[in-house]
């Protein structure tokens, strides 16, 4: 019907004015923007989960709840918007501008390629990352990770398999459920005082916190808009004193919600790009997200100092009076050079080469945990697919783009979360 009308009404303007009919309007950026935007909560509304975030007009959200396009239609839509952006020129142009086509060209080729994934198509661990990401990861056989588990079996000797004796050491660093919310609480707080000292926040940002379960992640930002968060802590599985450091640096301070904070206050209120209002979880976005928020772990707590503040400040709050810090730090530093065995592991079970039970076991091995751990982590990669790569991947890929802009890491890092840079600028 809206077809028809339109048809009419341009024909009664021909009939009205003759053959001196109004100019179109050239094509924009800021109309392409409106249309991804669409775009995107329509997939959302196709695909629970997808859309991450958004805080755009409630009336955008609206029409895309209650008139959704087929995927089909979608898809033909992604590929109309990938030939408008071709066709805008940005000749003469500033370089916030060049890069803001650049980023958008990038985000509809993802979500393309979403759409042929909800269609049915399916696509390597590798490919599959590439497409959604932007980035395609290595995949080495799991024994080139082997000497680092040997590295591991001598830090931690004893009788037994290794990720029973690693289960068993770390067992004394276990945070007490009764006590998780002050240390985790005392943590964030920690991430937020050394961020703040570094990067200007938001005036109005804020976060509430809350204690979940039955989730196939450990923690979870739920990013609401106006420099506020929900974050959720999957408290089912044993939490470590090291990772209440890890949870508030990468799901707060400086990671995702100092991120999103960012974008929203850089691009939705001072520039008025409403591409920004929308997060589509798997695409180029959600690599630079998920990177910093790995890499700011290291950058708020450098060198020593997060095994200190564990021990002098985390530990007591938990009720833990002894263990040797020290190594679990070395433990942590020898288990981060494993995380990606993972990529392996899930393109074998992915693909169908290798069976659960055998995957579950590969996750026990080379994540140096317990089964029923392992098997979360195997519901994590169901449910997320190659997006595993941002993590690893995408904390060292951020961290050596960060130290290559100078000593100055705080600087490169905010630079970075308020920006539209892509994980191939990264590379450069």
């Not at 997939?43 to 007009?57: F, H, T």
């Not at 209650?66 to 590929?79: C, I, K, N, S």
């Not at 200007?200 to 930002?221: C, H, I, M």
């Not at 290291?298 to 263990?323: M, N, S």
């Amino acid at each position: 019907m809206r077809v028809l009308v339109l048809s009419f009404l341009l024909l009664l303007g021909a009939c009205a004015t003759g053959p001196a009919t109004a100019p179109v309007p050239a094509d924009s950026l800021d109309r392409i923007a409106a249309d991804y935007v669409a775009l995107i909560l329509e997939m959302g509304e196709r695909e629970p989960g997808y859309v991450d975030a958004y805080y755009g007009p409630p009336e955008w959200q609206a029409e895309a709840h209650a008139h959704p396009r087929t995927v089909p239609a979608l898809a033909e839509g992604a590929a109309s918007l990938t030939a408008r952006l071709n066709r805008v020129s940005v000749a003469g142009a500033d370089a916030a501008t060049v890069q803001r086509r650049k980023y958008l060209l990038a985000h509809v080729s993802a979500a393309a390629a979403r759409l042929r994934m909800m269609s049915g198509e399916t696509m390597s661990f590798a490919d599959e990352a590439e497409a959604l990401f932007g980035i395609r990861p290595e995949l080495l056989p799991l024994s080139a990770y082997d000497p680092v588990l040997a590295e591991i079996d001598a830090l931690i000797p004893g009788p037994g398999p290794l990720a029973d004796r690693v289960t068993a050491f770390k067992a004394g660093f276990v945070i007490p459920k009764d006590r998780l919310e002050p240390v985790i609480t005392a943590a964030i707080a920690e991430c937020r005082a050394r961020t703040a000292a570094h990067i200007a926040l938001p005036a109005n940002e804020r976060f509430t916190l809350s204690f979940v379960g039955d989730k196939p992640w450990s923690g979870y930002n739920y990013y609401l808009g106006d420099a506020a968060s929900r974050i959720e802590i999957n408290a089912d599985f044993p939490i470590h004193t090291e990772r209440a450091i890890d949870l508030g640096c990468h799901e707060g301070y400086p990671g995702h919600h100092v991120y999103n904070a960012l974008l929203e206050r850089t691009f939705v209120r001072q520039r008025g790009w409403v591409e920004m209002s929308v997060y589509p979880l798997f695409s180029p976005m959600s690599f630079v997200a998920e990177g910093s928020a790995n890499y700011g772990i290291d950058l708020a707590f450098p060198g020593d100092e997060g095994t200190r503040f564990e021990a002098e400040v985390l530990a007591p709050l938990a009720g833990i009076t002894d263990g040797d810090f020290a190594q679990k730090a070395r433990l942590g530093a020898l288990t981060r050079q494993l995380a990606r065995a993972e990529y392996t592991i899930a393109d074998d079970f992915l693909s169908g080469r290798v069976a659960r039970d055998e995957t579950i076991a590969r996750l026990a091995t080379y994540g140096l945990t317990t089964p029923d751990k392992a098997a979360q982590r195997l519901r994590f990669i169901e449910t997320y697919r190659s997006y595993i790569i941002n993590y690893g991947l995408g904390r060292d890929t951020v961290q050596a783009w960060v130290e290559r802009q100078g000593p100055e890491h705080w600087a490169g890092m905010e630079t970075l979360l308020s920006s539209q840079i892509l994980p191939v600028d990264l590379l450069e």
